[in-house]
């Protein structure tokens, strides 16, 4: 088997820029060089060992984009475990089940995200240690014997386990290798865009998700550049920050592109951006080509999964850029579009025609955690299936234009409607409910749930306050809609493409 470890994107750049700023944390000031980076990191990673911590073990993590992250993140690789970032949008109930599932054997959270954390970590039954400001009555994550250097690790090692919201309504953990994501990070800053070492990397995606973790964070280490990290976005405290520490490359979302571009209009000056990637949800078109002119920079956006480390294609220079699409393959993967009805084997369409997207190469994950029937319905015949329909173009460009399933993704957080039903379906005044995204301009889509109310009635505040308190905050719907019926077909289902249609235009609440 062949060693390979996902530390060593931080070690060998410690190693060869060691006097160079790694992070600037706009939260809390500090400015930390590779050198001290990786002194930190191996210190974090003995205080982890002291604590019982063996290769192979699960270590959840549940940090803000503050320096502490990557910190965190590289000591539980360099102690030889596996990372599960938790979501820090999510109830306690929600993550304890995370905890749960995976098998944390500790959770390491910043102080500010304590109060879920702990109550998480002790329905979970496991152990929680605090990096940041100390607080009283939890330990903290140091002292011990920094290592000498990361334990090593076989290639096809678990490395981090991301967890996806099934539409079954509970979330499966994601299996992605040391192998997946060493080659996604090296692929995206080597072969996809003209990348330096002095380029400067705004980092505002959050980083338990895997955009703002392969492709920002790792992707910043692998090249031996800077990220600016910012605990919370907006586009008026963005576009100050970026001018003051001269950051060249954008990774976003399309909801942060559109707050950049609110924020441009009164802004005394913009940063002087070199390259944009935009992911995690369909950017329109218009935004893109009002961005450009605002900010003279290209967004190259691109398309990828959890399951797939995550980036499986990009728009990229060497294939030019078609606004509306997402590009072309990464080097080492292979995306094409497959019959959708099929699911016993891939049986692969021609140009133009449309069907699922299907993606195989090193960016396909491991499987999903204690899940053997997810990872035989979603790999077949070596492709990873997507659950994403959209066709390729003659050129190459690949294209999505729906989703097979009923996701929801609002400002780029996966939201499934069935998690949502099985929330709202418990309030005694809902007789029957269904769970739509519906086109919103910030968000990209909005969460509206239509409900078929009891006799005894509800206003639409009541249920949204209902289903606040029992989901996460990505997760709540901001519009009700009441119905005296359901549209259902031949077989008994919602068609939730009709009710798409007669409120998908429909803006109002209640």
């Not at 060493?182 to 400067?200: C, G, K, Q, R």
């Not at 950017?283 to 009002?290: D, I, S």
């Not at 005894?456 to 901001?478: C, D, F």
Request: contains cysteine; aromatic residues 8%; glycine residues 10%.
């Amino acid at each position: 088997m062949t060693q390979l470890s996902l530390a060593t994107v931080l070690a060998e750049s410690a190693r060869k820029y060691p006097d160079k700023l790694a992070v600037i944390d706009s939260a809390t000031t500090e400015r930390v060089t590779y050198k001290d980076l990786w002194r930190q990191t191996l210190a974090y990673a003995g205080s982890l060992r002291d604590k019982g911590i063996q290769p192979g073990d699960v270590v959840a993590v549940q940090i803000p984009n503050l320096a502490d992250f990557p910190r965190v993140y590289y000591a539980v690789l360099a102690a030889g475990g596996t990372i599960v970032p938790m979501h820090l949008l999510l109830t306690p109930e929600e993550n304890a089940y995370v905890l749960k599932d995976s098998g944390a054997k500790l959770l390491v959270a910043h102080a500010s995200q304590l109060e879920g954390a702990t109550a998480a970590a002790k329905i979970a039954g496991i152990p929680v240690v605090s990096v940041g400001p100390e607080v009283p009555g939890v330990e903290p994550l140091r002292g011990g014997t920094p290592l000498k250097t990361y334990v090593s690790r076989e290639a096809e090692d678990v490395a981090v386990v991301f967890y996806t919201s099934g539409t079954t309504g509970k979330p499966k953990g994601a299996l992605l290798t040391h192998l997946n994501l060493v080659m996604n990070t090296i692929v995206n800053v080597f072969d996809v865009h003209e990348l330096y070492d002095d380029d400067v990397v705004m980092g505002c995606l959050p980083l338990f998700h895997t955009f703002g973790q392969t492709v920002g964070m790792n992707g910043t280490f692998r090249l031996g550049g800077t990220i600016v990290l910012m605990a919370r976005f907006s586009g008026e405290a963005a576009i100050p920050l970026m001018v003051k520490e001269n950051v060249t490359i954008f990774h976003g979302v399309p909801t942060m592109y559109i707050g950049l571009l609110e924020a441009a209009a009164k802004a005394d000056a913009l940063p002087d951006l070199r390259i944009c990637v935009s992911g995690g949800a369909s950017l329109p078109v218009a935004v893109l080509e009002k961005f450009t002119e605002t900010f003279h920079a290209t967004i190259y956006e691109g398309y990828g999964l959890s399951e797939t480390s995550p980036t499986a294609t990009t728009n990229q220079p060497a294939f030019g850029a078609k606004p509306g699409s997402v590009g072309h393959p990464i080097w080492g993967v292979d995306v094409e579009i497959a019959r959708a009805e099929i699911d016993e084997r891939i049986e692969l369409l021609d140009d133009g025609e449309l069907g699922e997207i299907v993606i195989r190469g090193h960016n396909v994950f491991a499987g999903y955690l204690n899940n053997p029937d997810a990872t035989a319905e979603a790999v077949v015949d070596g492709w990873f299936r997507t659950g994403d329909l959209g066709i390729k173009d003659a050129d190459g460009f690949i294209s999505i234009v729906d989703r097979k399933k009923d996701l929801v993704i609002r400002g780029g957080f996966n939201v499934y409607p069935r998690e949502v039903e099985e929330a709202l379906a418990r309030h005694p005044a809902v007789q029957q409910v269904a769970v739509i995204g519906v086109p919103d301009p910030v968000h990209g889509e909005e969460i509206c749930a239509v409900v078929v109310p009891d006799a005894g009635g509800v206003t639409a505040e009541e249920l949204i306050e209902w289903s606040r308190e029992k989901l996460g905050k990505h997760k709540y719907p901001r519009q009700i809609r009441f119905a005296e019926t359901l549209p259902l077909g031949p077989s008994f289902k919602v068609l939730k493409r009709e009710l798409r249609k007669t409120y998908g235009s429909d803006q109002q609440t209640g």
